[in-house]
């Protein structure tokens, strides 16, 4: 048998590659018992880092690494536009992967990239990731990570999130100003920070306000699928929704049609304020009032982060967290 590998080691005592390359290392996190183990095994086995790949390793080219769940999101194009206009001036080419909102896909673009030694990762998880190994190993092989928008909390590395909190609360709280006493919230899935912080300034919003919170009047609805199913069903409500808070634009352009569709004046009867602040804002009737959250210019703080972190000119240790600020942009479809 030829040179063992660390992929060898960890089929032999089932343990993931990152553990047994971190045990290797003496790394604090991995138990003394494990240590030993696998210490024991690649002396036993001979097992020799492989210089070569470590040295490519470590002289890695010019190409970051880009992995997002949507490309056909309107916010997500924009941030990727931002991504390209720093990377490429900076001269670092770029490699996209797309999760399509997939684990597994997800799990694999990261092993591509990896593979393909890039020098950085950017990267937004899907609405499915629960489990986070496979960013862990993008650290263990010591390539720098950044998140962006939908960010992984149980990962220790540098992030650049929208003031989601502050772009809801702000929203909520305007459509309270203008007369709306019983605000639904169409969100996302519980398990993404964005969502949550979206759910808790809708939330602090309406206690300011000494508005009820009610669990019917809070719904899982990120889809213009959900959106078909939930939105009749939250209309039949007696008293019904007079303003719809919706986590993207296109939840509010559908929840906008489908009001219409049930007899109700917008936003005489229901105001619809959207999320993005993406074209469909001008071409929906009324125009739909929506928070804008800045795609591109995330994109560019997100890729000029990663660029001084790989040319070390970003020296702090511990995370680097950047914050986006949103702005409300009122157009037609809430109440003056």
Do not use: W
């Not at 992929?7 to 553990?19: E, R």
């Not at 890695?60 to 769940?69: A, E, F, K, L, Y």
């Not at 070390?312 to 942009?329: A, C, M, N, W, Y």
Request: glycine residues 6%; contains cysteine; neutral net charge.
């Amino acid at each position: 048998m030829g040179q063992i590998t660390l992929k060898d080691i960890a089929q032999a005592l089932n343990l993931s590659p990152s553990t047994v390359s971190r045990a290797m290392k003496n790394h604090p996190a991995i138990s003394e018992d494990t240590k030993k183990l696998v210490q024991k095994y690649a002396e036993q086995h001979k097992y020799k880092p492989n210089t070569l790949a470590m040295q490519l390793r470590t002289n890695r080219n010019n190409t970051i690494g880009v992995i997002v769940p949507e490309i056909v999101h309107y916010f997500f194009s924009t941030v990727l536009s931002g991504i390209q206009e720093e990377a490429e001036s900076e001269g670092y080419k770029l490699l996209f992967c797309h999760s399509q909102e997939d684990y597994e896909r997800e799990v694999k673009s990261v092993e591509t990239l990896i593979d393909a030694r890039v020098c950085g990762i950017l990267a937004s998880q899907s609405k499915e990731t629960q489990q986070y190994h496979h960013f862990q190993e993008i650290v263990d092989n010591n390539i720098r990570l950044v998140f962006f928008d939908r960010i992984c909390t149980g990962i220790n590395t540098d992030k650049v999130v929208v003031d989601d909190y502050a772009g809801a609360f702000n929203a909520v709280e305007y459509l309270i100003s203008t007369g709306c006493s019983r605000i639904a919230f169409l969100g996302s899935h519980p398990s993404m920070p964005i969502a949550n912080n979206r759910r808790m300034g809708y939330e602090d919003a309406l206690r300011k306000h000494k508005l009820p919170i009610l669990k019917e009047m809070n719904r899982v609805c990120d889809t213009p699928e959900l959106a078909r199913e939930v939105i009749p069903e939250m209309l039949q409500l007696n008293p019904h929704p007079d303003a719809f808070f919706c986590v993207n634009d296109e939840v509010a352009a559908y929840c906008m049609q489908i009001s219409k569709s049930a007899g109700f004046k917008i936003p005489e009867e229901i105001s619809v304020c959207g999320f993005t602040n993406s074209y469909i804002t001008d071409v929906t009737d009324p125009t739909l009032t929506t928070v804008d959250q800045h795609g591109f210019e995330m994109g560019k703080v997100a890729a000029r982060l990663l660029i001084n972190r790989i040319e070390g000119k970003e020296t702090k240790p511990g995370i680097v967290s950047r914050l986006i600020k949103t702005d409300l942009v009122i157009k037609g479809s809430t109440r003056k």
